[in-house]
């Protein structure tokens, strides 16, 4: 018998506008499933921020997300993954999925020559997360890390495929190319935004890992050994929430979902 919670919404944070894509691959995946998004776009980014800051920074999202009774969390940044994970499933009673692990399983599968780089903010890079994450389902790989701290703002202005962007890319990717990967992880949720200028620095021949379709998987995964698949033909509502800018939010928002929604506000009360 289907309990109250399983009509509950999966709740999604991040920094700011990146976690859309792991939104667009839930409602892709699980299109009957509710939802409610917090972008963080008043303290955008996270990656140059302390690892304290991030920390207490995913604890106040999650409140955010919890008074919207959500039954999950799935924390859609790679930073507040990489620093704040543990501790939010210590401090939260409903399961919480990061982004890191089903990113570095699906790259430690798809490499042939056990050449895997990893793109993402400085925050996380330095966490040493996706290393250790790769190096657990493939104890042989070379992991090649790369900070690109421009990225993120690039995608909150909305510039996602200008020659600009272009140039960004070609500097920061340069030694990556060089060192023979042929998988590389988006290690920050915004980065798939600019997939298409990535795909043409890195060329064809690299298979680029967006964990946001891993996560859809995993959510599944997860809210049906917990009983909360929603079971319903009716298709799932989301809801955006930020804490600063929703009119900017708004236009970025849709240009990569496709459709227009309205953002509501919500401040940090600090």
Known sequence: ????????????????????????????????ENIVYFGDTARV?????????????????TEALLEHNVKMVVVACNSSSSYAIDRLKKKFSVPILGVIVPGAKKAAATSRCKKIGVIATAATINSGRYTAAVKKFCRDAKVYGKACPLFVPLV????LDNKITSDIAETYLKDLKKSGIDTLILGCTHYPLLKTTLQQVMGQKVFLVDSAYEVAREVESILKKNHLLRMSSVKGKT?????????????????????????KVRGHYV
């Open 1 to 32: 018998m289907p309990t109250a919670n399983t009509k509950a919404a999966i709740g999604v944070f991040d920094s700011g506008l990146g976690g859309l894509t792991v939104v667009k691959e839930l409602t892709r995946h699980l299109p009957h």
């Open 239 to 263: 809801t955006f929430i930020v804490s600063d800018k929703p009119q900017a939010f708004e236009v970025i928002a849709k240009k990569f979902l496709g459709y227009t929604i309205k953002a």
């Open 156 to 159: 909150e202005e909305g510039w």
């Open 45 to 61: 980014p996270y990656g140059t921020k302390s690892k304290e800051a991030i920390i207490q920074f995913s604890i106040e999202n």
